[in-house]
């Protein structure tokens, strides 16, 4: 089982599920009023400054969303094999 | 027709170009308040509708639905529901959508306009989607969703017509009946429609390799990103001196050759010296800092308008992460390098609670503008301009250590706070990093006219009365021939008091003197000083000389470097604690903050000065 902070950055994948119960509400009603819910396809883009594995940039559809490494261990992932573009999904 | 004034308000996501928009329709008379009861910006304007007719147009804070999470969020909702104190219904509700991230921004609009109410969606930075590879139909959507929709570009004043022509249609539609609520989605629902519309309205997509993304690959990277930041803000602090400098002494030159005309035109008088003294020494000497305060504003700007600020956020995280706080209060503390005020005031965004409060406490360590002032002119008269290393000054070095010490002490504090009083779950660090954008002119020029207003006011209104006073203070009861002016004076016996206080960590009479209207504002420190070194001088020749020498006659270095570590911490303003007081809703959270800060700085200033006289520079 892999999640979100896992995958390799540059490729396609869907949250698969989310384990809302392991963050505050808040954080959890923010993250996903920016999309990162299940279902959602994204992709990592960065991963941490210098040395560290934290804070990650997650692209959800034409926006990218700046979280830590702790909301993205609640998310579980599939890499999506093609990557999905357009109207043709 | 004796209709009321209509209202219009824009409704949108965070970074949807709600601002830029609402600047392109209202133009630069904007009324900037706060709603009744809270700390929320209310901005508004005015726009004229195709038929000539007024209409006020209420820019709301950006939100991402109607289940709200902040105070701004819920002003947005109470406003559109018609439930906030002090502000009429809106008669139409504009939408600013983000073209080019639409399966976003569609989830709110389809909650808004489920709502009922006269709406119009205006589909902004179609330019930006275009420069994205991505050609849309309006139309389609305006279809999908049942309400006009109107393609716009804010900055190039692109579809304001079309939306004003639109916006007056919903209006006559809103008075033929009342609104009609449609079926509420769920959540889920809301973002598979948004998802599905933002298909149907997408009429070409091609590949482009998109510019942010691009620049994210430099600016983001986890071994360049952090490199380029820091030397953006050493380039941002360089220029805040080397180029308002001119401008600076040109200012000087102004309020001297006054202050010299005024001596020689008018007879000797309490008058002309209240004038040359009290009120040209004092306000002058503090209005010369605005072209530096414009400079950093300038750039602060600048970074938030294009989008690197967020960026400059998610590169600061993992730091910040380390004394418990996130990315989210890089931002605020940035900002009040600038001015505490502003950057208290940004808090805002913060969304939990313990972290914003430990923000707040901290960023008055920040080195604001107003103490520039300060260390400019202590370091220009004791520091020797000496170049230690080519291009690198002595003067800049003290300067820098300043700025660190600030830095460090903020960072120290929020460590110590975060582990006891604001104690709490580490805090998370969730943000949109916005498309890059150029900034336009417009904007920039707006937002630093409103900054420049602010201070030329405070230098004005509250500077000017307290210049006057200190001069009034400083000057009665009128010393007895022979007797010393400054030590017959009301000031000076209030000084006695306070000197005793402060003679341990260095501080003189004079020093003790000036601390009391520096309890306004930090740059009063400035006019204070020369002001009392006005009066205490009582010949024409030692007027004459410069607030430089006569502090150098004066202070040793050491009381002079205790001077600069005080104001490293000393909490001296009345706007910070009045917004800190405002920001938290009581006098608890500003109490402490005196306290603990006037704490840090009588220790520091003594370490400093004890440290400084057994080195011999006493």
Same mark, same amino acid.
């Given at each position: 089982?892999?999640?979100? &902070?896992?995958?390799?950055?540059?490729?396609?994948?869907?949250?698969?599920? =989310? &384990?809302? &119960?392991?963050?505050?509400?808040?954080?959890?009603?923010?993250?996903?009023?920016?999309?990162? &819910?299940?279902?959602?396809?994204?992709?990592?883009?960065?991963?941490? =400054?210098?040395?560290?594995?934290?804070?990650?940039? =997650?692209? @959800?559809?034409?926006?990218?969303?700046?979280?830590?490494?702790?909301?993205?261990?609640?998310?579980? @992932?599939?890499? =999506?094999?093609?990557?999905?573009s357009g109207a043709g999904a | 027709m004796s209709r009321k004034p209509g209202v219009v308000a824009l409704v949108g996501n965070p970074n949807a170009g709600k601002s830029a928009l609402f600047n392109a329709l209202t133009g630069a008379r904007q009324k900037i308040a706060n709603y009744p009861g809270?700390?929320?910006?209310?901005?508004?304007?005015?726009?004229?509708?195709?038929?000539?007719?007024?209409?006020?147009?209420? /820019?709301?804070?950006?939100?991402?639905?109607?289940?709200?999470?902040?105070? /701004?969020?819920?002003?947005?909702?109470?406003?559109?529901?018609?439930? *906030?104190?002090?502000?009429?219904?809106?008669?139409v509700l504009v939408i600013v959508l983000d073209a080019s991230n639409l399966e976003q921004h569609l989830v709110l609009a389809q909650e808004v306009i489920a709502l009922g109410r006269p709406s119009v969606v205006a589909l902004n930075m179609v330019d930006l989607a275009e420069r994205d590879g991505?050609?849309?139909?309006?139309?389609?959507?305006?279809?999908?969703?049942?309400?006009?929709?109107?393609?716009?570009?804010? #900055?190039?004043?692109?579809?304001?017509? /079309?939306?004003?022509?639109?916006?007056?249609?919903?209006?006559?539609?809103?008075?033929?009946?009342?609104?009609?609520?449609?079926?509420?989605?769920?959540?889920?629902?809301?973002?598979?429609?948004?998802? !599905?519309?933002?298909?149907?309205?997408?009429? $070409?997509?091609?590949?482009?390799?998109?510019?942010?993304?691009?620049?994210?690959?430099? +600016?983001?990277?986890?071994?360049?990103?952090?490199?380029?930041?820091?030397?953006?803000?050493?380039? #941002?602090? *360089?220029?805040?001196?080397?180029?308002?400098?001119?401008? *600076?002494?040109?200012?000087?030159?102004?309020?001297?050759?006054?202050?010299?005309?005024?001596?020689?035109?008018?007879?000797?008088?309490?008058?002309? /010296?209240?004038?040359?003294?009290?009120?040209?020494?004092?306000?002058?000497?503090?209005?010369?800092?605005?072209?530096?305060?414009?400079?950093?504003?300038?750039?602060?700007?600048?970074?938030?308008? !294009?989008?690197?600020?967020?960026?400059?956020?998610?590169?600061?995280?993992?730091?910040?992460?380390?004394?418990?706080?996130?990315?989210?209060?890089?931002?605020?503390?940035?900002?009040?390098?600038?001015?505490?005020?502003?950057?208290?005031?940004?808090?805002?965004s913060i969304t939990d609670p313990r972290d914003r409060l430990t923000t707040i406490l901290i960023a008055p360590m920040m080195t604001c503008s107003a103490r520039l002032p300060v260390y400019a002119v202590i370091i220009a008269a004791f520091i020797p301009a000496r170049q230690v290393l080519p291009?690198?000054?002595?003067?800049?070095?003290?300067?820098?250590?300043?700025?660190?010490?600030?830095?460090?002490?903020?960072?120290?504090?929020?460590?110590?706070?975060?582990? $006891?009083? !604001?104690?709490?779950?580490? $805090?998370?660090?969730?943000?949109?990093?916005?498309?890059?954008?150029?900034?336009?002119?417009?904007?920039?020029?707006?937002? +630093?006219?409103?900054?420049?207003?602010?201070?030329?006011?405070?230098?004005?209104?509250?500077?000017?009365?307290?210049?006057?006073? +200190?001069?009034? +203070?400083?000057?009665?009861?009128?010393?007895?021939?022979?007797?010393? *002016?400054?030590?017959?004076?009301?000031?000076?016996?209030?000084?006695?008091?306070?000197?005793?206080?402060?003679?341990?960590?260095?501080?003189?009479?004079?020093?003790?003197?000036?601390?009391?209207?520096?309890?306004?504002?930090?740059?009063?420190?400035?006019?204070?000083?020369?002001?009392?070194?006005?009066?205490? $001088?009582?010949?024409?020749?030692?007027?004459?000389?410069?607030?430089?020498?006569?502090?150098?006659?004066?202070?040793?270095?050491?009381?002079?470097?205790?001077?600069?570590?005080?104001?490293?911490?000393?909490?001296?303003?009345?706007?910070?604690?009045?917004?800190?007081?405002?920001?938290?809703?009581?006098?608890?959270?500003?109490?402490?903050?005196?306290?603990?800060?006037?704490?840090?700085?009588?220790?520091?200033?003594?370490?400093?000065?004890?440290?400084?006289?057994?080195?011999?520079?006493?």
């Amino acid at each position: 089982m892999m999640t979100l &902070d896992q995958i390799p950055l540059g490729a396609p994948a869907r949250i698969t599920r =989310v &384990d809302w &119960d392991a963050l505050v509400p808040e954080e959890a009603q923010r993250l996903q009023a920016l999309g990162l &819910d299940e279902g959602a396809d994204v992709q990592l883009a960065y991963r941490g =400054v210098f040395m560290t594995r934290d804070p990650l940039a =997650v692209e @959800v559809g034409r926006m990218t969303v700046a979280l830590r490494r702790i909301h993205a261990r609640a998310m579980q @992932v599939e890499l =999506v094999p093609e990557p999905v573009s357009g109207a043709g999904a | 027709m004796s209709r009321k004034p209509g209202v219009v308000a824009l409704v949108g996501n965070p970074n949807a170009g709600k601002s830029a928009l609402f600047n392109a329709l209202t133009g630069a008379r904007q009324k900037i308040a706060n709603y009744p009861g809270v700390t929320v910006e209310r901005k508004a304007g005015r726009m004229l509708l195709p038929n000539g007719e007024p209409i006020e147009v209420v /820019d709301l804070p950006g939100t991402y639905g109607l289940d709200t999470t902040s105070p /701004d969020e819920e002003v947005t909702r109470r406003v559109i529901m018609g439930e *906030q104190p002090g502000q009429v219904q809106p008669d139409v509700l504009v939408i600013v959508l983000d073209a080019s991230n639409l399966e976003q921004h569609l989830v709110l609009a389809q909650e808004v306009i489920a709502l009922g109410r006269p709406s119009v969606v205006a589909l902004n930075m179609v330019d930006l989607a275009e420069r994205d590879g991505l050609v849309l139909d309006p139309g389609a959507l305006a279809s999908e969703l049942g309400v006009p929709v109107i393609a716009t570009v804010a #900055v190039r004043r692109r579809g304001l017509d /079309d939306l004003a022509t639109a916006v007056a249609a919903a209006r006559a539609m809103s008075e033929a009946g009342p609104p009609q609520p449609r079926a509420r989605l769920t959540m889920p629902e809301r973002r598979m429609m948004a998802r !599905t519309m933002a298909r149907g309205a997408i009429l $070409s997509e091609t590949a482009v390799h998109r510019l942010h993304a691009r620049l994210d690959r430099v +600016l983001l990277h986890p071994w360049l990103g952090p490199p380029i930041l820091f030397a953006l803000l050493f380039v #941002v602090f *360089q220029a805040v001196f080397s180029w308002a400098k001119p401008v *600076q002494e040109a200012l000087d030159g102004l309020f001297s050759a006054g202050s010299a005309w005024l001596r020689a035109e008018m007879a000797p008088s309490l008058l002309r /010296d209240l004038i040359t003294d009290g009120v040209i020494a004092g306000v002058g000497s503090v209005i010369v800092f605005l072209p530096q305060i414009l400079v950093l504003f300038f750039f602060i700007l600048v970074m938030e308008a !294009t989008g690197y600020m967020a960026r400059a956020a998610f590169l600061m995280d993992r730091m910040m992460a380390g004394v418990g706080l996130s990315g989210r209060s890089f931002i605020p503390l940035l900002s009040s390098f600038a001015c505490a005020v502003p950057g208290i005031m940004s808090t805002r965004s913060i969304t939990d609670p313990r972290d914003r409060l430990t923000t707040i406490l901290i960023a008055p360590m920040m080195t604001c503008s107003a103490r520039l002032p300060v260390y400019a002119v202590i370091i220009a008269a004791f520091i020797p301009a000496r170049q230690v290393l080519p291009g690198v000054g002595l003067q800049g070095l003290v300067l820098l250590a300043l700025y660190a010490m600030g830095i460090v002490g903020a960072m120290g504090a929020a460590l110590v706070l975060r582990r $006891s009083i !604001t104690r709490g779950a580490a $805090s998370g660090f969730i943000m949109e990093l916005p498309k890059y954008q150029l900034p336009t002119v417009k904007d920039l020029a707006l937002g +630093l006219f409103q900054r420049a207003w602010i201070f030329l006011r405070r230098a004005g209104t509250m500077i000017f009365t307290v210049a006057i006073v +200190l001069w009034l +203070l400083l000057n009665f009861p009128r010393a007895a021939p022979g007797q010393d *002016q400054v030590n017959a004076s009301i000031a000076g016996h209030i000084a006695n008091g306070l000197a005793v206080v402060v003679e341990p960590i260095g501080f003189n009479r004079d020093i003790a003197l000036t601390l009391i209207p520096t309890m306004a504002a930090r740059e009063v420190a400035v006019s204070s000083l020369a002001t009392t070194y006005a009066v205490g $001088s009582n010949d024409e020749a030692a007027r004459a000389v410069g607030l430089a020498d006569q502090l150098k006659r004066h202070w040793s270095l050491a009381t002079a470097l205790a001077f600069l570590a005080w104001f490293v911490f000393a909490p001296q303003c009345m706007s910070t604690i009045a917004v800190t007081r405002r920001e938290t809703n009581g006098w608890k959270w500003p109490a402490f903050m005196l306290g603990y800060l006037f704490g840090l700085a009588y220790v520091f200033a003594g370490a400093v000065y004890w440290i400084a006289v057994a080195a011999g520079l006493g």
